[in-house]
DNA sequence: CTCTTAAGAATGAACGATCATTCTCTTTTT
DNA sequence: AAAAAGAGAATGATCGTTCATTCTTAAGAG
């Protein structure tokens, strides 16, 4: 690669600069679009020259598929805060609007849907979304499936497939709205969360 | 206008030509986005030379906006199947992963997602968007208010916002997720939409 | 410590391609 | 024949990418 053959100092640099350039990339591409984020104002907004940026990526679409990969180790790394989240609906209704940056834990929604629209056209993006998404899954299917005893729901492996699938579902319609409808009032998304979250949380009625 | 100083002859063909454009710019718009998109990819779709697109648009955007509002007029149409529509789950389940071709009654997630992303960037499409949520959003709180005597679920009008807006979001990720896994398991996916549309409509718990 | 020098880092102008839009000319309709 | 509809090449702007060049850095020689 590109540090191989220098030392570690200018490893850490190159390093330092491919994240300065995918933070202003993912920032241009939240204002602008994937199509309509030029290569001159994401140099920009990195503050340096355009050509600079080609040392450290072989081009767009290699940036692209840098941010996509990277906000799937973010969302790896949430994972492990699920388990720990009891006030889930707090959670969501608390973080809805926040402004996400580069660093932040949170993808922001017209990237979110930006992707998974270009998802069904680029197969490289699909794969990349098909494993964020799995992992998501299998977290939610364990939560589901673990006896209570052990702080999970207890429920059947075909129970929490379903359920998990609908959480799905609903954080996703979550980042829709929230792109849609940004200035919602946070009181009410909480409480009708609560409501539903409590009952894909709950076990199965039994057939009458 | 165009048909002002000529007949109704005129007038029909005119409208039929707008048809045609915005038909293929739809199909054009799913395929690459909104932005990819060329106007000699359109106008090849169309069948037409590119130069006629603008004796029926002013511009790509107007073509955008058109076809916003087109989607705008198949949406308060669709809210009067809402309440005739006793198996909301098998409908949503049996419609996933259709194809929507421009005079579907259902929108193309693609599109669907690009647009709500565009609609954080664009304050007409934001505009647009707005005023279909609120009609959508209407449309369920009144069947969600209305007594169970005349076919509606007597909520009280604050359940009833609440539940409506978790409604949005579970069909709206129900668009993201068809997006990102084309080929799901309908039968899991019906059999799970059940189970949260009936606790959605099901009457509140009270507070022991 | 200073000078030399070579390589990496960075620049920004230049290039070819593409795009939205316009315009002139031709075809069709009435 | 007049007017509307349509075609398709031309235009100016913009974009992704490349490249010749300059600046920076740091290490080795004296």
Redesign the pocket.
């Known amino acids: 690669m590109?540090?191989a053959?220098?030392?570690p100092?200018?490893a850490v640099?190159?390093a330092a600069?491919r994240q300065r350039i995918l933070c202003a990339a993912q920032k241009c591409f939240v204002d602008r679009g994937f199509?309509?984020?030029?290569?001159?104002?994401?140099?920009q907004t990195a503050?340096?020259?355009?050509?600079?940026?080609?040392?450290y990526f072989?081009?767009?679409?290699e940036i692209i598929l840098a941010i996509i990969e990277q906000q799937l180790e973010v969302a790896r790394e949430r994972i492990g805060e699920l388990h720990a989240t009891s006030d889930l609906a707090g959670a969501l209704a608390g973080s809805y609007g926040k402004s996400a940056d580069c660093n932040s834990e949170h993808i922001s929604p017209p990237l979110f849907l930006e992707l998974s629209a270009q998802a069904t056209r680029d197969p490289q993006i699909a794969a990349a979304s098909r494993a964020s998404d799995a992992a998501v899954r299998a977290a939610f299917v364990q939560v589901l499936t673990r006896s209570q005893a052990e702080g999970g729901y207890g429920l059947s492996k075909a129970e929490a497939a379903g359920r998990a699938l609908m959480l799905m579902c609903l954080f996703e319609g979550l980042k829709v709205r929230e792109a849609r409808e940004p200035q919602i009032d946070r009181r009410m998304l909480r409480a009708a969360l609560e409501q539903v979250l409590a009952a894909i949380f709950q076990p199965p009625r039994q057939p009458s």
Do not use: F, N
């Open positions: 590109i540090e053959s220098a030392g100092r200018s640099r190159a600069q199509h309509a984020a030029s290569m001159a104002t994401i140099a503050d340096m020259s355009p050509g600079l940026i080609y040392r072989r081009g767009k679409s």
